[in-house]
């Protein structure tokens, strides 16, 4: 837009995820927040993007997805301006969300550098647990922590990783941890090493994964980018550990890749104000595969 400003737009639709409307709307909302985050951006409004069956469903269950994605704008403080509306067979809802910030401090995703730290702000899981609500086959703590972090916004982390002057970040979200870091390191020609021991789960997971709650995504994401990563010779490519690094997220944390200093900072930061954040690997010159797990 002019020297000191430019927009960052985005846009992400949904279907729904837990059984309670208006939390399924919070978390709509803050999955298309998230894009605005990860570039550094700061979201100033939204629309919202319904597709409803109103022949099927009573109104007061869009009347509820709409104030739960409210109740996350109004957080993120964030002005709603209008919305679509279209009569559809399934049910669908998201936002298109617009942002601004300084051309100078755009946070790419192509941009890690060798000898960067890299740190996860949420758990992974919530691709499985959605599956295992759908199923009826996972147990209310479990729904209840996925639900807690799905509406959890990603502002403060990005906020963070702004002062701390992060190399490169992008959110993890559809293509999975392994997807997206395949991306980021292709993009940046790097390779990024990731720990599978320090890797955080939503908990209960692995119980879910014994019990095949398994989407259907997770494995297509195996599927398309296995061959982008080299696995721990001693762990069998088919263990199901390695099952939620390639879980499709919504609203799922950042990927941040932080020079050694600003990562310590980063750090030491994110224990003070109660941020969750997870050192899961580092970022080395390339050698072969876009991603080495071990």
């Not at 936002?95 to 996860?120: E, K, Q, Y």
């Not at 996972?138 to 959890?152: K, S």
């Not at 992008?170 to 790097?190: K, P, R, S, W, Y």
């Amino acid at each position: 837009m002019s020297d000191d400003l430019a927009l960052v737009e985005t846009v992400d639709i949904i279907t729904p995820l837990v059984d309670d409307p208006f939390t399924f709307g919070r978390i709509a909302a803050a999955n298309a927040l998230s894009d605005v985050y990860a570039m550094g951006g700061k979201p100033l409004t939204a629309l919202n993007l319904v597709f409803f069956p109103a022949c099927d469903l009573p109104g007061e269950i869009l009347s509820d997805i709409l104030a739960g994605g409210q109740a996350a704008l109004v957080e993120a403080g964030v002005c709603l301006a209008g919305g679509h509306t279209v009569e559809d067979d399934e049910l669908k809802y998201g936002m298109s969300v617009t942002g601004t910030v300084h051309p100078d401090r755009v946070v790419r995703n192509s941009t890690a550098r060798p000898g960067d730290i890299l740190f996860l702000t949420k758990p992974l899981g919530f691709g499985i647990v959605s599956t295992a609500i759908k199923a009826d086959m996972v147990p209310d703590r479990v729904v209840n922590e996925a639900t807690r972090w799905m509406t959890m916004l990603n502002r403060q982390a990005a906020d963070l990783m702004l002062e701390c002057g992060a190399s490169a970040c992008t959110d993890v979200t559809g293509f999975g941890l392994i997807g997206h870091a395949v991306e980021m390191a292709n993009g940046a020609g790097v390779t990024f090493r990731i720990e599978l021991d320090r890797i955080p789960l939503v908990p209960g997971l692995m119980e879910l994964v014994s019990d095949g709650m398994v989407p259907a995504g997770c494995y297509r994401n195996r599927d398309h980018f296995q061959g982008s990563v080299g696995f721990d010779l001693r762990i069998p490519v088919a263990d199901p550990r390695y099952l939620p690094l390639f879980d499709p997220q919504t609203s799922g944390g950042l990927l941040i890749s932080l020079p050694p200093a600003a990562a310590d900072r980063f750090a030491a930061e994110a224990a003070g104000q109660g941020l969750f954040a997870a050192r899961i690997g580092s970022v080395g010159f390339r050698e072969g595969k876009a991603v080495v797990v071990s």
